[in-house]
């Protein structure tokens, strides 16, 4: 089956990396379609150590600063009063898989402090019928995790 005909059920591991930093340290995050950008912001924010003062926007492929998407976590986004902006919990991978077409090898980006920006990218690593992420996320040693995704795997060095 196409993955277009199955956006609403199909979950995906999203490999999170650090631009430059990507040899050395890695998080492989287990999403179904039903987990919002707010929930997978609070598990990046983990393993990232990223604070709360300095924006971050998320986005399509490499775009960062340029998003499509502009979405922002829900702190930040109750502080800016421009509609061109979406809340994080508004936003859902499954909304983002239709829009995108998501598929293994795909990316999606985030930008962290717009000023001096860091980024951060994450590839589609692998793409999952709702039994298999059930199976994954009961198989796995959880890291960190939300009522819809989970820290499954990582490298530290």
């Not at 502009?70 to 109750?78: K, T």
């Not at 809340?87 to 499954?94: K, L, P, R």
């Not at 985030?110 to 992420?133: A, H, L, R, W």
Request: with cysteine.
């Amino acid at each position: 089956m196409e993955v277009e005909s199955r956006i609403d059920t199909t979950g995906y591991r999203l490999r999170w990396k650090q631009k430059g930093r990507a040899r050395e340290e890695w998080y492989d995050i287990v999403v179904r379609p039903e987990t919002t950008i707010a929930e997978l912001d609070r598990l990046v924010c983990r393993f990232s150590t990223l604070d709360d003062l300095h924006l971050r926007m998320y986005g399509l492929e490499d775009e960062y600063l340029d998003s499509s998407l502009n979405v922002l976590p829900d702190h930040q986004y109750e502080k800016i009063d421009d509609p061109s902006y979406t809340n994080a919990s508004d936003v859902s991978i499954g909304d983002i898989a239709e829009r995108a077409t998501l598929r293994e090898g795909d990316r999606l980006s985030m930008v962290y402090d717009f000023g001096t920006p860091s980024q951060y990218y994450c590839i589609v690593k692998d793409v999952y019928d709702p039994d298999e992420i059930d199976d994954l996320l009961a198989e796995s040693d959880t890291i960190a995790g939300t009522d819809t995704a989970a820290i499954i795997d990582e490298k530290r060095l």
